[in-house]
């Protein structure tokens, strides 16, 4: 089992949607958690991180951990064609090492 | 520069060559990561570096995989006698040594082994 799962899609849904994009992770030591975005032929750009439970929000984006199920999620609002990206969630092994990535999830936003 | 610069942007090797990949991190950063993303795959992790001591190499696929960040800024990624299944993109990020949540990424070096 890897530590880190996420659904590889890909996913389309018409542009203004909202988008909701999951990941669970196995290990219950695990406190940040971000999420990544990466276009194609691109690096992957951090797009927020949270820590522990609870919500975060910037713009159209939220991020959401749930630490009792070992769930999270990030909602996209409003989404736009420029949205259409491979999305990768990720937590850090420890503080200062490794950070572990799920598989990502590619989406797709029809205008 | 302002971001994470990796060169050669591709690379073809042919099965059997050394190939060497270049990473240039943003100023003052002293983690440096090193992943292998495959084809429709999540980054893998292969070493990681803070300043000049490689901390962490238990990524590293084998013993032609080689890490090395001499001065602890720019870093080399050097495979040897590569082989087919040493295809991928490979990454280079980087961040301050408290704050690797916000590890910065390069555009990383498409590496195709024929």
Not at chain 2, 43 to 53: G, I, K, R, S, V
Request: proline content about 5%.
């Amino acid at each position: 089992q890897k530590e880190v799962e996420q659904d590889p899609g890909p996913l389309s849904v018409p542009e203004g949607a909202i988008v909701s994009l999951n990941c669970t992770y196995s290990n219950s030591a695990f406190q940040y958690f971000m999420w990544y975005r990466q276009y194609s032929r691109k690096g992957p750009e951090l797009l927020m991180y949270t820590y522990s439970s609870g919500n975060k929000e910037d713009g159209r984006f939220t991020a959401q951990v749930d630490k009792s199920s070992k769930y999270i999620s990030l909602f996209i609002r409003d989404s736009q064609p420029s949205d259409s990206a491979t999305y990768l969630c990720a937590t850090p092994y420890s503080s200062a090492s490794k950070i572990i990535f799920g598989s990502g999830t590619r989406l797709s936003i029809r205008p | 520069g302002a971001g994470v610069s990796q060169s050669p942007r591709y690379k073809v090797a042919k099965r059997g060559q050394d190939v060497a990949l270049r990473c240039d991190p943003i100023s003052g950063h002293v983690s440096l990561f090193w992943y292998q993303q495959a084809l429709g795959q999540g980054p893998e992790f292969l070493t990681y570096f803070q300043n000049e001591a490689q901390l962490d190499k238990s990524g590293l696929p084998s013993d032609r995989f080689f890490a090395e960040r001499p001065e602890g800024s720019v870093s080399t990624l050097k495979i040897q006698r590569t082989q087919q299944e040493d295809s991928a993109v490979y990454l280079c990020a980087s961040s301050s040594v408290d704050l690797n949540t916000e590890a910065f990424f390069g555009q990383g070096t498409r590496l195709t082994v024929v």
